[in-house]
T-cell receptor, first 113, second 115 residues
Framework: RKEVEQDPGPFNVPEGATVAFNCTYS??????FFWYRQDCRKEPKLLMS???SGNEDGRFTAQLNRASQYISLLIRDSKLSDSATYLC??????????????FGSGTRLSIRP | EPEVTQTPSHQVTQMGQEVILRCVPI?????FYWYRQILGQKVEFLVS????????KSEIFDDQFSVERPDGSNFTLKIRSTKLEDSAMYFC?????????????FGNGTRLTVT
């Protein structure tokens, strides 16, 4: 099983739609999780950290399901500018600050007018 | 807002040559990383670095790779004898390290082309 897995997509949705992505991880001891956004040929940019109780930032909601070892990202009222690749990232070290952080392969999202 | 800076933005080198990619992490960050991304593929972990030593490294990070923090600000990745398959975007990242959930902050990347 891969350490971090994502559905590569692409997801092609109309503007204003709600879209959700999942990401599964293999290490049950992992404690920190993140969602990043990557535009074509650019560096990943932090979208949001994922907290145990779930968290929201404007139109974006992140959830963590430890029992099933996945995290999710929900985007409401999608905008054209949301078109990008969304990467999940998992700290594989169970909380150690020096441990490796592994990225999923990313889910491509395309918003159409 | 403080940022991670990388130089050069693009490096072209011949197979077998040595290259050094440079990074200046965010000044109060303690943990440093290198990732690479081959065109069209995923962001792959290479190495993490803390307290002047490697913390973890991946299978990709073999003997041709090395990292160094030569002074208080720079963090470098050296590839000793480049191969064609080393062509990729190399990203440096740093994190504050105060909390387990402190995120990575990435530089703009160095595009390495090996000919």
């Amino acid at each position: 099983r891969k350490e971090v897995e994502q559905d590569p997509g692409p997801f092609n949705v109309p503007e204003g739609a709600t879209v959700a992505f999942n990401c599964t991880y293999s290490n049950s001891a992992s404690q920190s999780f993140f969602w990043y956004r990557q535009d074509c040929r650019k560096e990943p940019k932090l979208l949001m950290s994922v907290y145990s109780s779930g968290n929201e930032d404007g139109r974006f909601t992140a959830q963590l399901n430890r029992a099933s070892q996945y995290i999710s990202l929900l985007i409401r009222d999608s905008k054209l500018s949301d078109s990008a690749t969304y990467l999940c990232a998992v700290n594989m070290g169970g909380g150690s600050s020096a441990s490796k952080i592994i990225f999923g392969s990313g889910t491509r999202l395309s918003i159409r007018p | 807002e403080p940022e991670v800076t990388q130089t050069p933005s693009h490096q072209v080198t011949q197979m077998g040559q040595e290259v050094i990619l440079r990074c200046v992490p965010i000044s109060n960050h303690l943990y440093f990383y290198w990732y690479r991304q081959i065109l069209g593929q995923k962001v792959e972990f290479l190495v993490s670095f803390y307290n002047n030593e490697i913390s973890e490294k991946s299978e990709i990070f073999d003997d041709q790779f090395s990292v160094e923090r030569p002074d208080g600000s720079n963090f470098t990745l050296k590839i000793r004898s480049t191969k064609l398959e080393d062509s990729a975007m190399y990203f440096c990242a740093s994190r504050e390290g105060d909390a387990y959930n402190s995120p990575l902050h990435f530089g703009n990347g160095t595009r390495l082309t090996v000919t």
